[in-house]
């Protein structure tokens, strides 16, 4: 008697396809932070007459708020991921930005009071940084452990985890920078409320798109091996986890902080250094055009990044890229003065984008992978989360500190006549942040570790052995209710599953398939 297969083919996202689900989101939080340098200038040019509007303090803190509230929703979301699960803090970090991107395109105060209305986009820019913060401990880290699937090829992993996360952070910064100025080319600048709001709206649109492959996922293997998700806050081997992780941890915590101290404000105040070198005068187009171009300049240096990180390893990358671009920084500094003039923009543009570009060669692409693979799977996403807040903390510094650089050399320029009005004051800040890739450079090639291939597996057997010889119960590990592994990576991933009805003749069948296997 012949046997009867029936196929059932479960469509369902492959092991690479899996990874982009899950770090894709970034991309909002390079649209959202980026994003604040035109609403900014456009917020700025409306209402510059407001009474009562202070619109220093105010453009300040519409920069730094989204950095302050993805700070909180690092560290919450870091326990969550870890307590509850990477899929939890995925699905709701979606709906989060979501919500607040489209409440922040229609703040509105009460009778229709303009101040009313800032200090509501104020609250909701604060909020929305919350669920972008919510993706790093979830999302980049689920991403992370996927790279580690059996089934990725070998020399990709470190690639395929940057082009999921800090590659579709870029692309927002540069879609951000694009989506303001297409918007005033159909509206005008007559019509710059518009502008401002549809910019912020659109901001909706790029969560959505995972949300639907979000929702059909499972956890990643390692979490389901290696959770302490059943071990209660008493038991929680903290003091050993400290003994162990707390210098790498501070060591990439510092790392990171110098980095998104001296890239993130660059990159929101883009358009605000655009308009000085191009004048006053020169439409509003002129000036978002230019910060489309500058932000173009993240894109060779993230991809050339992804594409040597597992060949150089991201340490030595790392390390490299910084000293590259702090040398280039202080030759930009150094002639700022001639670059940063009308006459010579398309030569500042080549400059500046080319400082950000090496940043992103090495921190941009390395500094991720180094705080999602460090550690073990056991308590990830608080580490990564602690370490991200470590460097949003230096975003968030980076904002008010800029300003106070350039503020602080005006100053200087009247005791001493060495600053002069104009350019030369701007480049402040270049020579802080080349000193500062230094420093960077010093602190990763010394206290940081190289991640190898299949770092986090070898780092999750460590970890074991590390807490058993120290009495703790590893038989706590793990999820204990999720099912077989095997049989829920099957279902994920598309493979066929095969129902099998027969006789006592399906041996011979079932010889012949194993023959041919």
Known sequence: MTDTVQVTHRRGLGKVGLIFACGTALFSDGYQNGVTGPVNTIIKIIYKDTPGLNLKQYSTAFSSLVNAGTIVGMLLFGVLADRIGRKFGMIAATFIVVVFAALSAGAYGAGGSINGTLAALLAYRFLIGIGIGAEYPAGSVAAAENTEDPGIKSGTQHMLFALATDVMIDWGFVFSAFTPLVLLWIFGEDHLRIVWRGSLALGTIPPLLVLYWRLRMHEPERFRKEAMKHVGWKDYPVWLIVK????????????????????????????????????DSAPLSTSFGWNVVINLFYIPGCMIGAMLVDKVKPRMLMSIALVLQAIFGFAMAAAYS???????????TVM??????????????????LASKSSPTAFRGVFYGCIAAISKVGAFAGTWAFPAIVASLTAFRRRSNRFPPGPKQNSGPFWVGSGLCILSALITFFFIPEIPENHMTNEDIKFREYLAANGFDVSLLGLKDEGPIESRIAKDEGEEVADVVGDASSKENEKKGTEVV
């Open 244 to 279: 162990r992780y707390w210098l790498r941890s501070t060591a990439i915590g510092l790392a990171w902080f110098i980095y998104d101290f001296i890239t993130w404000p660059l990159g929101i105040y883009s358009s605000t250094i655009t308009t000085t070198v191009v004048g």
């Open 338 to 348: 001639y670059f940063a003039t009308p006459e010579h923009i398309a030569g500042f």
């Open 352 to 369: 500046y984008g080319i400082f950000l570009s090496l940043g992103e060669v090495g921190p941009g692409i390395c500094v991720g992978i």
